[in-house]
């Protein structure tokens, strides 16, 4: 005898990089769990890999992860979120420094209450993965994947050091007329 299968709700959504439909289901108890045992540990590598898991146990169909440009997971995990815990959720905004306070922190935040559901990823209808250096010589990019944010030694870098290992992992391609 087979173990039985869970009947669960199946959604779709596009992909907001490729344009490609993905199906996916809520996450259960088991899901919630691991995303509560990694936010518990604070280390931001453990909520990487919690979420890259939540991702792969949920989505339905061939869809790598890694590969997934970082603004696409972060759509996916908020649909996944939204049928799963619920569409809208509350927020408090941090206090500020303000003039009435003389430079001081406000004592009072806005709480904002925004629909997951209603969330998108907007594209600059010019934008466009190739530099051209000059007239011979350009670089195809490709967006930063979940992972740059999981890199060994990424926490003792600068800022200066981060953002060139960003862009240094982010190069597809040098290409010239003649050759890539």
Excluded: W
């Amino acid at each position: 005898m087979g173990l039985p299968k869970l009947n669960s709700t199946i959604h779709e959504t596009i992909l907001p990089s490729t344009e490609q439909v993905v199906k996916y289901r809520p996450f259960l108890v088991k899901e919630e769990k691991i995303l509560l045992t990694a936010m518990e540990s604070e280390d931001e590598k453990s909520i990487v890999v919690a979420v890259k898991q939540i991702l792969k146990n949920c989505i339905q169909g061939d869809l790598n992860i890694d590969e997934l440009p970082t603004f696409d997971v972060e759509f996916m995990f908020l649909r996944l979120r939204a049928k799963s815990v619920g569409e809208k959720i509350t927020v408090g905004l941090k206090p500020f420094p303000c003039d009435q306070n003389e430079g001081e922190l406000c004592k009072f935040s806005t709480e904002v209450e925004i629909n997951l559901e209603e969330v998108q990823v907007v594209k600059n209808e010019k934008h466009s993965s190739k530099i051209m250096i000059n007239d011979d010589v350009g670089i195809k990019l490709k967006y930063p994947d979940i992972n740059v944010l999981k890199r060994e030694g990424i926490e003792k870098q600068t800022e200066m050091e981060l953002g060139m290992s960003v862009i240094k992992n982010c190069i597809d391609m040098i290409f010239t007329k003649e050759e890539t």
